[in-house]
């Protein structure tokens, strides 16, 4: 094709198929394809360039350490994490959080969903630069996954980090913390398991605290029924300093997941 393009210039470019992996045995555009019903997502993918490190990690590393969220299997996490406790975190950017959280704590695995191309390989590269054999990269819906692909009271932990805020009230509906997704994570968390969320959008913080306040299979960890001061084992984000020095006010929440007890007949 490249001998015909030097013949004739002005032959048109061909298209590339959308649909077809950017790298080969990468992550692929759709995982999850028409499986599943199409609905409002709280998620918007952004395109922009993979550089050639990150390229390269994908290429190399997705193949034993990439999952694609595509609904059609419940994933083992035992045998994914050789036995290590679990904790799921959706959406982590470029991954330098997730990369420390993971160096800081090599005894919890740590599953790592985004759709985010570039964010998916530098936190791959991260991984195998610093030896973090604890991360998977998750490429997909993480609703599709906590739906489809994990067992009941598979997750030691969820976190949640400065999910898009969608600040037009008629995007609300697009927010991920909303009672049906805090019914559906509660399902997959271990008793006693903590759900950590943090934002820097006041109004959502709002209503994340009223919404899992109001969750019956949630308990808030801290006594006077606020927000948490800032774990230390959460690193503070560049986006986060960014939105510390505008003036932004940065609110942790954690919920433990309660056991309820079915009620019995007498």
Known sequence: MSELRHQNPSAPTPLRDRSA?????????????SHHERRIRSFQPRRSRVTTGQGDALKRLWP???????????????????????????GFGMGEA????????????????????????????????????????????????????LAPDALDGVRVYFPDPWPKSRHHK????????????????????????????EPYAEQMLEVLSAHPDFENIQQDGGYTPRPAFRPLTRFESQGLNKGHAVHDLMFRRVERIASRGV
Do not use: Y
């Open 98 to 149: 997730t990369a420390q959280m993971a160096a800081a704590d090599r005894g919890t695995g740590i599953l790592a969903v985004d759709v985010h191309t570039p964010g998916q390989g530098n936190l791959l590269g991260l991984a195998e630069r610093n030896g973090l054999s604890n991360i998977r990269v998750a490429n997909g819906d993480a609703i599709i996954l906590l739906r489809e692909m």
């Open 174 to 201: 697009r927010r991920l913390i909303q009672p049906e997704f805090l019914s559906l994570a509660a399902q997959r968390l271990k008793p006693g398991a903590v759900l950590h969320c943090a934002t820097d959008w």
């Open 64 to 90: 034993d350490w990439g999952l694609e969220i595509d609904g059609l299997r419940v994933l083992d996490l035992v045998e994914v994490f050789d036995g290590l406790p679990v904790v799921l975190e959706i």
């Open 21 to 33: 992996p950017r790298f080969p045995g990468g992550p692929i555009a759709d995982p999850a394809g």
